[in-house]
């Protein structure tokens, strides 16, 4: 931060107790904290599955501020987390039938590992938001509890100059807060580390999915209007044998970096994530191609080597995107890699599109 919270900053106010989750109010010396409880209902988990396929994502938010999660007193722990709503119930569930608080920071919707990364989850937010809670009214001690993931973020030595807090970073994974706490607040070597097992790559598969059909499916539109209009045959007749192909090219580069890849991670050859979504874009573009052989054969060398340059393509982007919920990776690798790869795809699609342009006028 480096310096002290801007004048203006840090305005009193408490979040609404309107809100679907909020069971009740506790009154405080700085009024009245909404209760939420540690159990979540049918609302809650539909909210969870709509996200995760990409679903009203931006607006899955909770009010920034403090939190009463059961009947905490004035030594109750202080948790923080994100406004992003599954992060905030994946706490209060985690710490069901217990007594704290639970200030919110207002990251934009984006969850504590991510929101850290952009800044959201930061320093500055923190003392902000210590102020505008009036925290040091409600609470006898000076202790925040802040998630480990969310470390990159906060400078626990400036928090505690500007606003008299220490920092302790709790464990990596939510579900071991209960331990965490029972041990007085200090992590075995086990809660340390972050693991990323099959599940965890599996239910990030819709979401990814669903953003990079964002993107590709204008790119597939445009390549069948292009294909309808200039390949030499009726409209519907010219979309169906030029527009298919590099239509179901780029789909088979969506499903290559957003399903396999993460499915095989860390078994797919390779360090960068570019390499590795290309990697699986050709191994599935050549089990398809051989499978759809014999449809292939009336379409020139130059129209099929398109196909493949735009699943490659395609693929290498989605399958480098992943780095962003991966702990493979590293802040700066992503950088460098970002930087060498980009170029590289858009040029490789670029060129596939062009080819494919020419080979419309030479069948």
């Not at 606003?163 to 070597?189: H, I, Q, W």
């Not at 699609?349 to 020419?358: D, S, V």
Request: proline share 6%; aromatic share 12%; hydrophobic share 45%.
């Amino acid at each position: 931060m480096a310096k002290p919270v801007p004048e203006g900053a840090g305005v009193f106010r408490l979040p609404s107790a309107k809100q679907s989750f909020v069971l009740d109010t506790l009154l405080t010396p700085v009024g009245a904290v909404p209760v939420v409880g540690g159990e979540l209902v049918w609302r809650d988990l539909f909210g969870h599955y709509r996200v995760r396929w990409n679903i009203g994502r931006d607006r899955f938010t909770v009010e920034p501020g403090l939190y009463a999660l059961g009947a905490p007193d004035n030594n109750s722990h202080v948790m923080v987390t994100a406004n992003y709503k599954m992060s905030f119930d994946f706490l209060r569930r985690a710490l069901s039938g217990s007594d704290v608080w639970i200030l919110v920071l207002d990251t934009k919707g984006v969850n504590v590992w991510c929101a850290a990364g952009e800044g959201t989850f930061g320093t500055e937010e923190l003392v902000d938001r210590i102020q505008a809670s009036r925290l040091q009214e409600v609470v006898s001690h000076r202790r925040l509890i802040v998630p480990q993931l969310g470390a990159t973020g906060v400078a626990a030595f400036e928090v505690k100059k500007y606003s008299g807090f220490s920092v302790c970073y709790g464990p990596v994974m939510v579900r071991d807060l209960p331990s965490f706490l029972e041990n007085k607040c200090r992590a075995t070597p086990e809660m340390r580390i972050k693991r990323f097992p099959f599940k965890e790559r599996l239910v990030l598969i819709p979401v990814d999915s669903m953003q990079a059909l964002k993107q590709g499916l204008p790119v597939i539109f445009a390549l069948l209007l292009l294909a309808g209009f200039t390949g030499g045959l009726p409209f519907l007749e010219g979309m169906r044998s030029y527009g298919f192909p590099p239509a179901f090219a780029i789909l088979t580069g969506i499903a290559a970096g957003t399903i396999v890849t993460p499915l095989l991670l860390p078994w797919i050859p390779g360090r960068a994530f570019s390499f590795k979504g290309g990697f699986c874009g050709l191994v599935l573009f050549i089990l398809l191609y051989i499978s759809f052989s014999s449809s292939t054969l009336n379409y020139s060398v130059l129209a099929q080597f398109s196909w493949l340059l735009m699943t490659l393509t395609v693929s290498s982007w989605f399958g480098m995107a992943f780095t962003g919920a991966s702990t493979y990776t590293s802040l700066n690798g992503v950088r460098k890699e970002m930087l060498r790869a980009m170029p590289v795809q858009f040029a490789g699609m670029l060129t596939g599109i062009a080819f494919w342009t020419a080979s419309l006028w030479m069948d």
